[in-house]
């Protein structure tokens, strides 16, 4: 991205929703990596953090499994809480 | 082919468990998840259930893909939207060959969607708000 600013939407959900919205837009800059996501919302949000720090990143509905993973700008980003169905 | 459904309607136990019969299946196993009023000593009065839903579906399609390829069938239903005491939350049955497989596929399927299915249930208790279990 040549040191431009990556603007990403991050979709909440549960109780994340709640406490933050349906969504979150982050300015990534050049480290755009699956890795920053949650540290970027820990800075923004540090009264979630308990909550951030459970929760697990979903890229195009899948769970990261390569943090280093790089995101591009349509990539579907999703913070995902402890789930609870069934 | 599997058959998979996350919606707010009513989860229809007789109709799902038709899905699964079959002339080539000897075993059919089904699970269903229903909402229980008492945890330890905390009461429930009716539970919200909301999803990440096309994440949800497409995780439990990935769930029930292998299966299928071994020659299994698969219906899983999960309810969102508002529970009260004793509804339906989910359904999963799997028929097969044999009971062995129906039992541990069924057992693995419930397991694994409560632990990686984006769906959330929030529970209204008697004395308090809560995400989760």
């Known amino acids: 991205m040549g040191g431009m600013t990556m603007q990403l939407k991050v979709k909440l959900f549960a109780m994340l929703r709640e406490q933050l919205g349906e969504t979150v837009t982050l300015n990534l800059g050049d480290k755009a990596t699956a890795e920053a996501v949650k540290p970027a919302l820990i800075e923004r949000f540090p009264a979630a953090k308990p909550i ?25 980003v999703a913070l995902i809480p402890p789930v609870s169905g069934g | 082919m599997y058959y998979l459904k996350i919606s707010e ?9 038709e899905r699964l ?16 009023q008492w945890t330890g000593d905390v009461e429930t009065q009716f539970i919200e259930y909301s999803a990440y839903q096309p994440m949800a579906e497409r995780q439990l399609e990935k769930l029930a893909a292998p299966i299928e390829a071994k020659g299994a069938r ?6 969102l939207g508002r529970l009260e005491l004793t509804d339906e939350a989910v359904f999963v049955g799997v028929a097969a060959g044999h009971r062995a497989e129906a039992f541990k596929w069924c057992q693995y399927l ?3 969607l409560k632990q990686d299915v984006p769906i959330w ?8 708000v809560r995400w989760g279990e």
Do not use: C, W
């Open chain 1, 52 to 76: 951030l720090e459970t929760a697990r990143l979903a890229i195009n509905q899948d769970f990261v499994s390569d943090e280093a993973m790089t995101l591009a700008p349509g990539d579907e």
């Open chain 2, 9 to 17: 309607s009513p989860i229809d136990v007789q109709s799902l468990y």
């Open chain 2, 21 to 36: 019969k079959d002339a080539q299946y000897g075993g059919i196993v089904t699970f269903v998840g229903t909402v229980r």
């Open chain 2, 74 to 79: 698969v219906v899983i239903a999960h309810r």
């Open chain 2, 110 to 112: 419930i397991d694994t």
């Open chain 2, 121 to 128: 249930k929030k529970e209204t208790d008697t004395d308090a």
